[in-house]
């Protein structure tokens, strides 16, 4: 199935399965980056459902060291994580407000060091303003960007709860008019350089990256930076054709 635009599909209330650490990580503002092998088919709200696989210590501990050490890259290293990394549950939501690559990322002098590093992978998309469910939803999940039912989101819209990031990032948008404006390629003629981050990494920054990396490629099939979509780097599969997919 080929990339799909954001004309293909009637996104409603649309969900992401995630696997743990990783999800929880997204919705409480620590991750600011999400990785994925395809370019991001919506902008606004995008709900995080946590994936079925509880996640091993050793997964948690690299992750949450990987962004320990990306933090303190911009001077910060009071950083709260979550007590609990909940699996079979929708957790909470992001805004998604662009979707560039990976080079466009590590060359851009507009975000925070920190923030540069966590591109990982061929397309990342950006999300502000995360909010977690005070009571998160049991619920099954799917490949790829799918529509939440319509009781679920009704619930769910009511339960969010704002998080305290560690550091509120701002993207700004080529376009402020255009929601879409903030796309692969539209920062190409902005940056220069080798498309490598301009951060100097320290050895404990190397392997926190090297653990975060290791962590990551146990889901994937390509030995990809890309844990979070379950099914690794398939193409998002459209709510026409989710029900014929494996539920997670």
Not at 2 to 10: A, E, F, L
Request: aromatic fraction near 8%.
């Amino acid at each position: 199935m080929g990339t799909r635009g954001r004309n293909d599909i009637n996104y409603r209330n649309p969900c992401l399965t995630m696997h743990q650490p990783w999800a929880s990580l997204l919705v409480y503002g620590i991750k600011r980056v999400e990785g994925r092998s395809w370019p991001a088919p919506i902008r606004g709200r995008l709900w995080i459902h946590a994936a079925s696989k509880i996640p091993e210590p050793a997964t948690i501990q690299a992750m949450e060291d990987f962004y320990r050490e990306i933090y303190a890259v911009d001077g910060i290293t009071d950083i709260k994580f979550p007590e609990h990394y909940p699996t079979s549950r929708l957790i909470g939501c992001v805004e998604v407000v662009g979707c560039v690559t990976r080079e466009e990322l590590v060359s851009w002098e507009e975000v925070p060091g920190g923030v540069q590093l966590e591109g990982q992978t061929d397309f990342c998309w950006l999300c502000e303003q995360p909010q977690k469910l005070i009571v998160p939803f049991e619920m099954r999940g799917f490949q790829g960007v799918y529509n939440l039912e319509h009781k679920i989101h009704e619930a769910a819209a009511r339960g969010l709860s704002a998080v305290r990031v560690p550091r509120p990032v701002k993207f700004p948008l080529p376009d402020p008019r255009d929601p879409f404006s903030l796309k692969p390629g539209s920062l190409v003629s902005t940056f220069k350089g080798s498309g490598m981050p301009k951060v100097e990494k320290s050895e404990s920054l190397t392997a926190a990256v090297a653990g975060a990396r290791a962590a990551a490629t146990q889901f994937s099939k390509s030995g990809s930076f890309e844990p979070a979509a379950v099914g690794g780097g398939d193409e998002p599969i459209s709510s026409r054709t989710r029900n014929k997919s494996t539920a997670v």
